[in-house]
């Protein structure tokens, strides 16, 4: 057995000899070294011999397994290093070549906008309302009922608004008005909100409209609240978001769900006041529509109109990115043309 050891030395230690590659290391280890290795099959008889040729046989045994170890790992060592080495002389990198240009994305101005708009009305004490109690799929009575809209105003029609096939007066919102609805029905005044989200409405698209916009809903709801308090509020938003005061008009309107109604204009800020084609002459530019809310709405919501007043506005998010960075054309934000909005 002693001589059959040896002999399966000497044999592994050729083996070793013609190895080139790890691989070959690993093959090696496998045939002598493992479970069923040769020398492990040897150790495996040690049982059918006398005491002390068990000692003689065992300990030559140990010494070789020890020995052919100890030099795989040396080839192995070897053979790492130099693979290594191959690698990285093919894999070199030339640092004093030009690195290459990678673009980065950058929020798109519709998202910056917002951004904007609800970080300066939340300096004045508004809160954003949740993406629950401002949904983009609507109800009628959500939508258009409970904001006072009559049963036969022409926003009903589908020529302007977008039913849906999922129940019957199901509609994609066409204003975020109906949030201020679901804040009013879950909490009492004082109510200070904001709404921000995406609208829908049936238009032809053209540079100035587009069938899917976003706006940004407001209400302040408390004791006392007067149409001072909404001409103060907007004006300082408006000087807030241009970085400057502009000069701002307040004319006349009509909204289901506000009485007194309104319309701001800024002065145009394509030709400051002067009359050009984007403001048709007048020097003026519509950027929200607002007012006192109706006291026909608050008592839809249990609350009392003899106790509490409040006013609503709405914006249109693209019309003030135009505004602030001279874009004539609404379309622009929506055909994801790289020149445009690499601009922002």
Known sequence: MKEQL???????????????????????RAKYLSRKGEFNEIKKNLKNLSDEDKRIVGSLANEITRNLE???????????KKELDEKLAKERIDVTLPGKFTPRGKVHPITSTTNEIVASLQSLGFSVVPDALSPEV???????????????HPARDVQDTFYTLN?????????????????????????RVIAPGRV????????????????????????????????????EFIRIYFGASRPTRFRSSFFPFTEPSAEVDVQCIMCEGKGCKTCSGTGWLEILGCGMVDPNVLRGVGIDPDVYT???????????????YAIDDIRLFFNNDVRFLKQF
Not at 310 to 324: D, P, Y
């Open 200 to 235: 829908y409405r049936n238009e032809n698209i053209n540079a100035r409209k587009y069938n899917f916009f976003h706006q940004i809903e407001g209400l302040y709801v408390d004791k006392d609240i007067t149409f001072g308090d909404l001409k103060g509020v907007l004006n």
């Open 138 to 152: 609507e109800t009628e009575y959500f939508n258009f009922d409970m904001l006072n809209v009559p049963k036969d």
């Open 310 to 324: 409040g006013f609503a506005f709405g914006m249109g998010v693209e019309r003030l990115a135009m505004l602030k």
């Open 167 to 191: 129940a019957k007066n199901v509609v994609l919102r066409s204003q975020t008005s109906g949030a201020q609805i679901h804040v009013m029905e879950e909490q009492k005044p004082p109510i």
């Open 70 to 80: 100890t030099s795989i790992q040396a080839k192995h060592d070897e053979f790492y």
């Open 6 to 28: 040896e002999k399966i030395y000497t044999s592994a230690k050729e083996d070793l000899s013609k190895a080139q590659t790890i691989s070959d290391l690993d093959e090696i």
